[in-house]
């Protein structure tokens, strides 16, 4: 949280602050010019002044002393009744305790590697944030609609920034450099668009997933960095063509999901991530179907190449990624290797 927020938020707590020193100082001061104290006899006299506690003095006072004090006892009632009321009002309105969970959660974001970065928290940005969470990745949400996030966001576990995600700061405060992935899902090209550059210039290496309504922003989004863009309508109508053509796959497709509800899970895996192996191999080398009960139903070669149903003795790099079908607990077994 920047200086200027953290100021904003405790506005009227400073101020409250300052007039409490501001007083103090002038008591000590006082007390030091007219009764000639020394500096520790002036502090303890402004103290039990404006506490009002009645302790006696430290010398008697001079008449001159006499009527500081009186206006010194005055002035403070005012200070402190309005110290006690900005301390009560920010804490019963809550400014306190969101100050401290926004303070808690940039604090958690600032710690994370290898996240997803989600702009927009529409009905597409929350529909992504479940299979991410279903996954068990780790990500970011960036929204600045104050509706959304008081319905959605404020009272879930959901680790969030209010902002614009078009803008450079915001991104970094999410963790935009040590980010794997980000997904734009921004209800407007334009805005996007923006998010793309702007992402592209600060992580070269990340994965970049924009929405896009029309053909034209499709082709301007890959042209500025993303890897893939996807047509929510588009989609929409490919999926309501097949499952008018071949609708026993597509309910097929829908029964090997990815978030553990079903009894069968469809997962992608880097073949790195299985071995330390830095030359080519055969698929029967990882021996994961012993290992994991796993079977590997298709292969993505580094140059792009998929190869359905690949045999045990097809060849893979450590950089070919491989699409492997198993149950939840085979699934979770796989996992535990992965992160052995």
Do not use: W
């Not at 003095?57 to 206006?71: H, Y």
């Not at 600045?144 to 996030?149: C, L, M, V």
């Not at 920034?161 to 209800?187: F, R």
């Not at 996807?230 to 990815?258: Q, W």
Request: net charge neutral; charged share 20%; hydrophobic share 40%.
């Amino acid at each position: 949280m920047s200086l200027f927020s953290r100021f904003t938020i405790f506005r009227n707590l400073y101020f409250a602050l300052a007039a409490l020193l501001g007083i103090l100082t002038v008591g000590v001061v006082g007390y030091r010019l007219i009764e000639d104290y020394t500096l520790l006899e002036s502090f303890y006299m402004t103290v039990i002044t404006l506490s009002t506690v009645g302790f006696k003095e430290v010398r008697p006072l001079s008449e001159e002393g006499q009527v500081f004090t009186a206006l010194l006892i005055i002035s403070s009632f005012g200070i402190f009744a309005y110290a006690i009321s900005t301390v009560t009002r920010s804490i019963l309105s809550g400014e306190l305790g969101s100050y401290f969970k926004v303070y808690k959660l940039e604090k958690k974001i600032d710690k994370l590697e290898q996240h997803v970065v989600v702009c927009g928290f529409g009905r597409n940005g929350r529909r992504a944030a479940r299979k991410l969470e279903a996954y068990g990745q780790e990500f970011v949400v960036i929204e600045n609609d104050e509706q959304i996030i008081n319905r959605y966001l404020v009272n879930s576990k959901t680790m969030y920034l209010v902002g614009d995600a078009t803008q450079e700061d915001i991104l970094i405060k999410a963790g935009i450099g040590k980010a794997k992935s980000l997904l734009s899902t921004l209800s407007k090209d334009a805005d996007n668009l923006y998010v793309v550059i702007t992402a592209r210039d600060l992580n070269r290496n990340m994965s970049i997933i924009s929405r896009a309504a029309t053909e034209s922003a499709d082709k301007k989004l890959k042209a500025v960095g993303a890897n893939y863009v996807i047509m929510p309508e588009g989609v929409g109508g490919g999926h309501m063509a097949t499952l008018v053509m071949s609708p026993n796959i597509v309910e097929f497709l829908e029964y090997l999901s990815i978030d553990g509800s079903s009894a069968i899970n469809l997962e992608e895996v880097e073949v790195s991530q299985l071995t330390d192996r830095l030359d080519s191999m055969q698929i029967k080398d990882l021996a994961l179907r012993q290992q994991t009960g796993c079977n590997i139903i298709g292969l993505k070669t580094p140059e792009g190449e998929y190869i359905i149903n690949p045999g045990a003795t097809t060849e893979i790099t450590p950089n070919s990624r491989l699409f492997v079908l198993g149950k939840p607990e085979e699934i979770k077994h796989l996992y535990k290797i992965l992160n052995s």
